[in-house]
């Protein structure tokens, strides 16, 4: 839920910023001149990329935990061993967060259309601080899970 309310809290921050250069440029438009006119269009643009890169990020949260929530119904998170080291953190040892990875990586090459094996793939590689093969792998699972509800005719996801 904190997860939530900071997401929430950080594109309502980033909306009213954007309306507040959108005001801006409304005003270089007013002047008539030509510079400000071409500058009040460069902060339109960067206005409406800005809000299709928020809408992205929240769209990709909230399909992540969408999955996380189906995987935790089913008992399909792939819970990590208590056992395994880890740093006075919490977080795994770099050593023991490689292991899991080779594990979660087996499964999904022996089942690379299982989205849930791609999800904890995703997890993986966030226990061995690799972020960005994380995200890719997470839009891996989300395209494969959108892809298997649309061909079983299960409908859209529901919302949570």
Do not use: C, H, N
Request: net charge positive; proline share 4%.
């Amino acid at each position: 839920m904190r997860s939530r309310l900071t997401a929430l809290g950080i594109s309502a921050v980033v909306g009213l910023l954007g309306l507040y250069m959108a005001v801006r440029a409304v005003d270089l438009f007013r002047t008539g001149e030509l510079d400000a006119i071409l500058l009040g269009v460069g902060v339109l643009l960067l206005v409406v990329v800005g809000g299709l890169l928020v809408a992205g990020e929240v769209r990709f949260g909230a399909a992540t935990q969408r999955l996380g929530e189906q995987l935790d119904r089913e008992g399909a998170l792939g819970e990590v061993p208590d056992d395994l080291p880890r740093l006075p953190s919490g977080r795994l040892t770099r050593d023991a967060a490689d292991a899991l990875f080779a594990v979660r990586k087996a499964e999904v090459e022996a089942a690379p259309q299982d989205w849930r094996a791609w999800f904890r793939l995703a997890d993986a590689y966030g226990m061995a601080r690799d972020t960005p093969r994380g995200r890719t792998a997470m839009r891996t699972a989300i395209a494969l899970e959108q892809r298997a509800r649309t061909t079983t005719g299960a409908g859209p996801a529901p919302r949570g």
